[in-house]
């Protein structure tokens, strides 16, 4: 089984920045896209950026110009990028991969345990 394991969470405030990774345990056989979502207290989880294997990203309205998703394809891992924070960016970050463990696995989707975001003064 796939893990991922994320970093870089923490406490920041406004206007701060952080960096999150996330590191897939393995090598996989292929990956299609890595992603990033969050959850904040009572809210739904949503999709906060995403990036294909072609490097095509796309990110929520709410992050566009302040977040910056990136990948190593060498590493299998992603980074999100995240400036300019703002108390309501505050949530926990799930990272996720879809791809094939291997050749003739089927697509899955891998999640990360989360990791927790605060922007407070």
Not at 102 to 115: H, N
Request: hydrophobic share 30%.
């Amino acid at each position: 089984q796939v893990q991922l394991v994320e970093s870089g969470g923490g406490l920041v405030q406004p206007g701060g920045s952080l960096r999150l990774s996330c590191a897939a345990s393995e090598i996989m056989f292929s990956i299609y896209r890595m992603g990033w979502y969050r959850q904040a207290p009572g809210k739904q989880r949503e999709l906060v950026a995403d990036i294909t294997s072609g490097g095509s990203t796309n990110y929520a309205d709410s992050v566009k110009g302040r977040f910056t998703i990136s990948r190593d394809n060498a590493k299998n891992t992603h980074y999100l990028q995240m400036d300019s924070l703002k108390p309501e960016d505050t949530a926990n970050y799930y990272c996720n991969i879809d791809g094939r463990r291997r050749l003739g696995s089927p697509s899955v989707r891998y999640w990360g345990q989360g990791t927790q975001v605060t922007v407070s003064s």
